[in-house]
T-cell receptor, first 113, second 111 residues
């Protein structure tokens, strides 16, 4: 079984709709991250969490919110989706002792029409 | 702002050829990572380099960290179609605890 799972894998939604992307991990890591990937731009950090009570904004947090429900679960919400939020979204985890070695989920392809 | 610049952005070669991908920055990093991403999947960590001048080998892949710890290279010997994918370099900021990524190099190896 995969260590980091994401649901849904694909989603098409309309402008203005609220959508939630979910991430679960079985690696036992305290740190979790949400990234967005666009062609030619690499991966950009949206939000990150060092533990259940520690949530921080990344470089592109506007229009997004997160919830860390448990050590193993970290969800990303788009309160009112807009077309330029169409992208690939990845969740990742890491151990505090090796924070730069991150383990990624398979991604969610989100299309906002 | 710390930036990682990768070159080239795209590379299309024939099976058996050698290639090098570069990752450059004006900042000094305590470590640098290389990830590989296949279509429909998340990035997978290949290697971490820590010491200036360090060289690590992973089968036909050779990774080098610059002496000043500002740049890195990935060299693939005798590329195979299975090497096709997106290669990403990344480095962590000790101050912020965040990982920054280069924009990636898309490699296509034709049979």
């Amino acid at each position: 079984d995969a260590d980091v799972t994401q649901t849904p894998r694909n989603r098409i939604t309309k402008t203005g709709k609220r959508i939630m992307l979910e991430c679960s991990q079985t690696k036992g890591h305290d740190r979790m991250y949400w990234y967005r990937q666009d062609p030619g731009l690499g991966l950009r950090l949206i939000y990150y969490s060092f533990d259940v009570k520690d949530i921080n904004k990344g470089e592109i947090s506007d229009g997004y919110s997160v919830s860390r429900q448990a050590q193993a679960k970290f969800s990303l919400s788009l309160e009112s989706a807009i077309p330029n939020q169409t992208a690939l979204y990845f969740c990742a985890t890491s151990d505090p002792g090796r924070p730069w070695e991150q383990y990624f989920g398979p991604g969610t392809r989100l299309t906002v029409t | 702002t710390q930036l990682l610049e990768q070159s080239p952005q795209f590379l299309s070669i024939q099976e058996g050829e050698n290639l090098t991908v570069y990752c450059n920055s004006s900042s000094v990093f305590s470590s640098l990572q290389w990830y590989r991403q296949e279509p429909g999947e998340g990035p997978v960590l290949l290697v971490t380099v820590v010491t200036g001048g360090e060289v690590k080998k992973l089968k036909r892949l050779t990774f080098q960290f610059g002496d000043a710890r500002k740049d890195s290279s990935l060299h693939i010997t005798a590329a195979q179609p299975g090497d096709t994918g997106l290669y990403l370099c990344a480095a962590g900021s000790s101050n912020t605890g965040k990982l920054i990524f280069g924009q990636g190099t898309t490699l296509q190896v034709k049979p």
